[in-house]
């Protein structure tokens, strides 16, 4: 929101005075609790005999704070973090100094460009890439300047990490005066420092695995407005698969409060039990022996019986590459170490409620193909499903008992009209098929069986019916044969009566 505020030109400041020092000390305090609980020191310092006061807008001002102390401590894993504050003749500076992991050289020209994340040991690899570059903005509307000075351990020091330095002009002719108010109360709902903060929690971590947070799991906005629940089932059951038990261990907590976990420490085990216990998700590591990752989502997605079951792969390998080569081998999701337990939660939720819809979705079809093949088979008139080609593809069990088809395939069905219509019935289809309209033909099977055939065209084809006439034939042939017995007989009657007047008209004139 700030981005495309800043963007429309849009993003303006309410600068009132604050001293500085102190501002700086109370807001950096917050940020204590968990960095110290991540074996670090946190110092904060400041001039207490300053007093003069540097206009800032809090809300903006607040943001810096927190993304260049949150930075710190994501990039730091021991040692230090200090914050400092620092006046001369016409400027205050904030400068947040860490003994983190530094930052690469290459990168220092690019960390304020928006989405650049820089890859370096830390602990998280959550963000959007946009802080820093927020943050300068922020600094820039303020009219200061920021800039960052950094040593790696690779270069040789043992003094190794960052300092960041933002410098803001004493005085106000370098604001708008329409935005200067002098009479603001000093916020207090650090809103956006909390949200930082909570999060911080989540990432203590050491090497590649994750340690859990003493924090509790939340899932809410900035403002503490919850946004989202988990949908978890108590049923569910999540199968694990992880040759490491620590991290067993670890993920098993984050679910164990939602659902069942099962465990198993390869591919081989995993895939028994997911053939016994049939699990509703399989979160899986892809570096294990016996059977990989990589092997467990084949083997699943082959089976006819698991392969709706979804799959998240874990692996410390976190390039686009190895993503991409996650998702085409059949997994459902592909998360890179290390991970955050909220976002693991997320994932896992989602793909949950999506192999259930898939699920029921194929339950339902099935159950509808069923009806219809009951249907089918019930049905007093035969079926049939011709393709564009004019090949029959398929036909129901009253089809071959009208045609006589028998165990012959579908295919085969013409054999089995009577000469006589074999031309009628090809041309019939045929015209329909080209013209796309739907007709009908009478004619007779081999068997002697009359049939109406009435079909339809559709873009795979043709689908039609053939009703037994067999019997309607018969009575319409005896009706025209009694017709024509009757005819006859009127015929012989009156060739009969004409007889009879001839003679007598002979018998007359012999008298």
Known sequence: ???????????????????????????????????????????????????????????????????????????????????????????????????????????????????????????????????????????????????????????????????????????????????????APSSKKQSYAKGIVAEAARWRQTGDSMTPSDSDESYSSLDGHRYFDLSFDPEDLVLLVDDNQDMLEYIKGIFGRYCHVRIANNGQVALEMARRFSPQLIISDVMMPILDGFGLVAAVKADPLLQAIPIILLSARAGDSNRAEGILCGADDYIPKPFSSRELLARANLQIQLGKRKRDMEYRFQERTKEVQILTDLSPVGLFRVDNEGNMLQCNDRFRELSGLGLARESQWLDFVHQDYHSQVGVALNEALQKQHEGSVDFVFSNGIWVKCSFRWWKHGLVGTVTDMTVTRLYEESLTKRADEAEERRIEAEERRRGQEVDISITVVLY
Not at 15 to 38: D, M, N, T
Not at 78 to 92: L, Q
Not at 159 to 173: E, M
């Open 1 to 183: 929101m700030d981005f495309s505020r800043l963007e429309a030109g849009r993003l303006e400041g309410r600068y009132s005075p604050v001293q500085f020092g102190p501002y700086v000390a109370e807001l950096a305090s917050v940020f204590r609790p968990v960095i110290e609980k991540a074996n670090l020191n946190f110092t904060i310092t400041y001039d207490p005999d300053e007093t003069r006061a540097v206009l800032i807008d809090q809300d903006y001002m607040e943001k810096i704070i927190f993304n260049l102390i949150g930075n710190a401590f994501k990039y730091t894993l021991t040692g230090s973090i200090a914050v400092e504050v620092v006046y001369s003749e016409k400027d205050a500076s904030l400068i947040v100094r860490d003994t983190g992991v530094g930052i690469p050289e290459a990168d220092l020209p690019r960390i304020w460009d928006r989405f650049h994340r820089v890859e370096a040991t830390s602990r998280s690899h959550e963000g959007t890439g946009i802080g820093l570059s927020l943050t300068k903005q922020f600094v820039h509307l303020h009219a200061g300047t920021i800039h960052v000075s950094s040593i790696t351990p690779s270069e040789g020091s043992s003094d190794h990490g960052s300092t960041f330095t933002a410098t803001f002009p004493l005085g106000k002719d370098h604001l708008p005066a329409s935005q200067l108010v002098y009479d």
